[in-house]
């Protein structure tokens, strides 16, 4: 089975957790657009989506899928979406896409978040993917800056703007030995909206997708 194939493989198995009637969020990235491909199966059930990214939107209205704003939605029981990198505790590195900040509003106001990967994503220790920082254009130094004096190599992602209008700085190197600490103190930085780490609100459940079938964490 190749990553593509793993990628289907656990979309699929996700479908199951949707229950009649839910109001599903949805996150961003080609494991995501996997899942929404298969949506169309159990339409039905699903009152309305909440959608993290402007690219999610376009591909479930596509769908006949009824996309609403998340002031509108009365709750959210389940959130579906994939990561960058996933560890044993359920924290994630995410960002790769670049729509961390919507995704992590819909994490955070969701009540189940099933995180869906394939096994090359699931490590020991976050941090061998760069932690994407969304950032205030204005604050590209002064975040980059405080990046520098973490011990870590921030890259500007170049000619990328977010739904939100920021811009994203990939950082690499860093030693993430405690994810939640460091969730914390990147916030902290004037200027950051939002950093890529997922462990004040680590996912519920992951859904990993291997050769020989899905295990489930
Ligand atoms: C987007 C994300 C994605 O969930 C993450 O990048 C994984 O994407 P893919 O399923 O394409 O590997 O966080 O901001």
Redesign the pocket.
Known sequence: MDQDDK?NLVAEAALEYIKNGDILGI??????NKFINLLGSVRNKIEACVSSSNTSTELLKNMNIEVIDIKDAKSIPLYI????EANSQKELI???????TR?KILAQASDKFICIIDESKFVKKLGSFPLPIEVLQIAKSSVSLEMIKLGARPVYRDQFITDNGHIIIDVHGLNINEPMALEKEINNIPGVVTNGIFSIRSADEILIATDNGIIKK
């Open positions: 990628k996150g961003s990235g080609s494991t995501v979406d994939g990561a960058d995410k960002g790769g896409g670049g729509a961390l995704e």
